[in-house]
């Protein structure tokens, strides 16, 4: 098997600030990965290169959407934003941004953009196949919306929403964009541990469910631990660990970088 | 706040006003006898007034805060629960055109002008609707794609004879492409940035048209545009007017139909989606330059083809008619009548240009009356007089 994402000693440069420095990554078909470190270590840096937010300075970002090892390598560093989203890598952010003045339905619907192609003639004229297109969008995202269990609130406006419902909103909407890898961004800050542990329950569903794949971004270590299958540790841009849950748990350098340097009386 | 309170807060605003006023409501000289008229009566009315409207305005502003908290469950107001009742719909479209068909029959030719000028203004004000109220791009500049439509029909029919229904479409064309050419280098600006841009290009076009004499015959404008044709049947003035009264109503509905689908399409949602976050719907896989791009060439589109028709309407163009005041004017339509909502805007246009027709006598009160308006609009109504309502979608299974 191909990893369907390979990073390949990514740095990321801000003028004299090496907010990435020499990372390598890969996620395998169906994984679930998680990215830890502590604050401003550089973890949402890393989702906005891969996303073409920001273009990193040096370094490799490569898919393999299907992951067979036929497949063909496609190099993304550098794309916009948008059109990373349509080779299938969808994200949810830190600070939650839904589309406010939008029904949530609406939002889900937004998620379709990529996948759809009506322009403004079809949308004037409205002929059969942008008719049967903005039927399906609607269709779809109703799927969605019910998978992810919002369906009772389909003709709120998003801003109404309480906030874990918002948070999985964000999702419905990356998963509209038909994703082969999924990036989240702390989907759980901010959540009860109810919240969270519905969370848990939907992130594996999305995974067994879909064969998405899922790099994480979490603080909340218990649903970090819980959910992954290999972790990834950033401290200060570098990559200071990887492996599996229980190697680091156990990792005296990541143990040293959360909690600081034990020193001698 | 106890009574005592609010009493005191008026009783302060009334001193102040009284204050405030005091050299010009009490104090006048007479220069024929060189002393000084104490209007002391003056003040007093100003002192009580002030009381009594500012009593009035706190009140307003509780309620409006109390209402705030209500509405939020009751939702819509009597008006937008009427334009989403499906009953209605059929009756309403009736009435309305039986209305618009007679009119020109019915009132004078002087008020068939007027209509038809302020119907030029629904289109231009549904048309900036696009960018404005969809796209949320705060174009400052607008007329001056008004004034590219009425100038491309002008000058094409002054060199090559163009008629009319061949210039209506260029004229729309040639605004898209100035649109796209507006909108190509302020991709990356929003706000307040994109406000100044648009308006400095607002005025380069007027200062064009106005100094490029060989080209558009300066200040002096262009006279004789003839009217729309029909057939090359001969009209006299009074069916001529009747008849332009008409095209602007079709083109009203006209725009109205496109509008509609438009915000109700892919391309719309991408529109709203830009206008709340621009991360989030790149993300989403929205191409934030071809999106805004066509926004502006839509937008400018209408503006265009309104100008071809104001060209056609007034027989003669100069600089003077596409100015920072119109597109002013066509900001305040979207903004007071309802962003991004088709009803609200068409009821903006008509209040905001027949009112000042009707209100000629009162003179330079038009203006503080209009900034009253807008400014109290702002406090009890942000939304605009007929606010957007989004569209919800049934799905069975």
Not at chain 2, 78 to 97: C, D, M, N, Y
Not at chain 2, 191 to 211: K, M, P
């Amino acid at each position: 098997m191909k990893p369907i994402l390979e990073v390949k000693s990514m740095t990321m440069d801000f003028g004299g600030l090496r907010a990435i420095d020499n990372v390598d990554l890969s996620i395998e078909k169906g994984q679930i990965v998680a990215l830890i470190g502590p604050n401003g270590a550089g973890k949402t840096t890393f989702f906005n290169c891969i996303t073409g937010i920001y273009t990193p300075t040096h370094g490799d970002i490569y898919i393999s959407p299907n992951g067979s090892e036929d497949g063909k390598n496609e190099r993304i560093n550098g794309l916009k934003p948008n059109i990373v989203t349509r080779k299938g890598l969808a994200r949810t952010f830190q600070n939650i941004r839904l589309f406010t003045s939008m029904t949530v339905l609406e939002n889900v619907m937004i998620g379709c953009h990529a996948i759809t192609k009506a322009g403004i003639m079809g949308a004037i004229f409205r002929g059969a196949s942008t008719k049967s297109e903005e039927k399906l969008i609607v269709e779809k995202s109703y799927l969605i919306l019910e998978k992810i269990g919002l369906s009772k609130y389909v003709d709120e406006l998003a801003v109404n929403l309480p906030y874990g419902a918002q948070r999985r909103l964000e999702i419905a909407r990356a998963l509209a964009t038909d994703p082969f890898l999924l990036l989240l961004d702390e989907p759980a800050a901010g959540m009860n541990p109810q919240e969270t542990m519905e969370l848990d329950e939907l992130i594996l569903k999305i995974r067994n469910s879909e064969g998405i794949s899922i790099l994480l971004i979490e603080h909340d270590m218990k649903l970090v631990m819980s959910l992954s299958e290999k972790i990834y540790v950033v401290d200060y841009g570098k990559k200071i660990a990887e492996g599996t849950p229980e190697e680091i748990r156990h990792n005296p350098v990541v143990i040293k970088a959360y909690l600081g340097e034990e020193v001698d009386a | 706040m106890t009574a005592k309170q609010e009493l005191k807060k008026s009783i302060i605003a009334s001193v102040w006003f009284m204050f405030l006023t005091f050299p010009i409501m009490v104090i006048k000289v007479n220069t024929v006898t060189h002393t000084i008229d104490w209007r002391w009566h003056n003040m007093a009315l100003v002192g009580i007034g002030s009381f009594f409207l500012s009593m009035l305005w706190r009140y307003l502003l509780k309620k409006k805060e109390e209402g705030g908290k209500k509405e939020k469950k009751a939702g819509l107001s009597f008006i937008q629960r009427l334009l989403q009742e499906k009953q209605f719909a059929l009756p309403g479209i009736v009435i309305i055109s039986i209305i618009t068909i007679l009119f020109p029959h019915i009132f004078s030719m002087y008020q068939t002008n007027i209509m038809t000028s302020a119907l030029i203004f629904v289109v231009l004000g549904l048309g900036l609707n696009i960018v404005i109220g969809l796209a949320g791009l705060l174009v400052l500049g607008y007329a001056a794609f008004f004034a590219v439509g009425a100038y491309s029909y002008a000058l094409l029919n002054l060199h090559y004879g163009v008629g009319f229904w061949v210039a209506l479409p260029i004229g729309g064309i040639l605004a898209a492409f100035f649109g796209i050419l507006l909108g190509y280098p302020v991709l990356r600006l929003r706000g307040d940035y994109l406000a100044i841009v648009t308006l400095g290009f607002g005025e380069i076009i007027r200062l064009v048209l106005e100094n490029w004499n060989e080209f558009s015959f300066g200040p002096s404008g262009i006279k004789n545009i003839p009217k729309p044709g029909f057939l090359g049947i001969e009209m006299s003035m009074q069916t001529t007017t009747i008849y332009v009264f008409y095209i602007v109503v079709l083109l009203v509905v006209f725009t109205i139909f496109v509008i509609n689908r438009l915000k109700n399409s892919r391309i719309g949602r991408a529109w709203t989606a830009l206008k709340d976050d621009e991360i989030a719907s790149q993300a989403m896989g929205i191409d934030k330059a071809k999106t805004k791009l066509r926004a502006f060439a839509l937008g400018a589109t209408w503006a265009g083809m309104a100008g071809v028709v104001f060209a056609s309407k007034t027989t003669f163009i100069n600089p003077a008619s596409f100015t920072l005041w119109e597109s002013v004017i066509i900001l305040c339509t979207v903004v007071l009548g309802g962003m991004g909502s088709i009803a609200g805007v068409i009821a903006g246009a008509l209040l905001l240009i027949l009112l000042p027709e009707y209100m000629r006598d009162f003179g330079e009160f038009r203006m503080i009356t209009f900034g009253a308006v807008l400014i109290l609009m702002m406090i009890f109504r942000p939304g605009g007089m007929i606010e957007d309502v989004r569209k919800t979608y049934k799905f069975e299974k």
